[in-house]
């Protein structure tokens, strides 16, 4: 197993857009590493959020690299916006109903680092086409669509299952995990074989964003 910086990216979805930029500089200054944006089109998930226009206005705000998960059902009509807006890596789903592995390879094409998602009842194996042109793939510990929902446990199985086929086919691509991770559980989610947690809720709706950042990284670096 290749030891990787564990990384933080706060998922702005939860912070408050009337104070965005406070909120982004509050979690910059504790210690994030990405920030993650939550793109959904209604369609794909029953919610919606936004476009590429707040990625263009993060870069506006921060030099932290930004992620992007594209819960939409025509991600490939998106992905040069979204780089060219300035995100760095993007996560479009396995389920969805396109080519997965024509849409990562855009990706590429394109510049940017691909990632992939899988909902938390979709197998570890429908990676294995694709372990040759990911960065990164994210496995959902809630079901996708809303922040605030509660850690799913069986995700921990999911974990240390792409963990072992990361590590035996290709250990450079980090694991991402999205969805209930709070303070309390992340050493757990950690030891499990993650190295990449997006944190919503547990971040931006804290008394105290930049101190809940800190503790997050405090516990991080000590795994």
Same mark, same amino acid.
């Given at each position: ?6 990384l ?20 910059e ?17 029953? &919610? ?45 789903h ?14 590429k ?28 793939i994210?496995?959902?510990s ?15 199985t ?23 991770? &709070?303070?309390d ?36 670096n000590?795994?």
């Open positions: 197993m290749i030891h990787m910086k564990p933080l990216a706060p998922s702005i979805l939860s912070a408050n857009f009337a104070h965005l930029e406070e909120d982004v500089k509050a979690a200054k504790g210690g994030a590493d990405y920030f993650h944006l939550d793109i959904m089109d209604a369609h794909f998930v029953p &919610n919606i959020s936004f476009g590429p226009w707040v990625a263009k206005t993060m870069k506006q705000i921060t030099d932290i690299p930004l992620d992007a998960h594209l819960m939409i059902t025509k991600p490939r009509e998106y992905i040069p916006r979204f780089l060219d807006a300035g995100v760095e890596l993007l996560y479009p396995i389920e969805g109903d396109y080519d997965i592995y024509r849409t990562v390879q855009m990706i094409d394109h510049g940017g680092k691909a990632g992939v998602t899988l909902n938390p009842a979709t197998p570890i194996s429908s990676v294995i086409p694709l372990l040759d042109i990911l960065d990164r994210m496995l959902m809630v079901c996708p669509g809303f922040g605030g929902q509660k850690f799913i446990p069986a995700v921990m999911k974990i240390t299952e792409l963990r072992k086929l990361l590590d035996e086919n290709k250990p450079s691509v980090r694991i991402a995990i999205d969805g209930g991770v &709070n303070i559980n992340i050493s757990e989610i950690r030891s499990a074989g993650a190295d990449f947690f997006i944190a919503g809720s547990a971040v931006f709706k804290s008394d105290n964003i930049e101190e809940t950042v800190r503790k997050f990284r405090d516990i991080l000590k795994t």
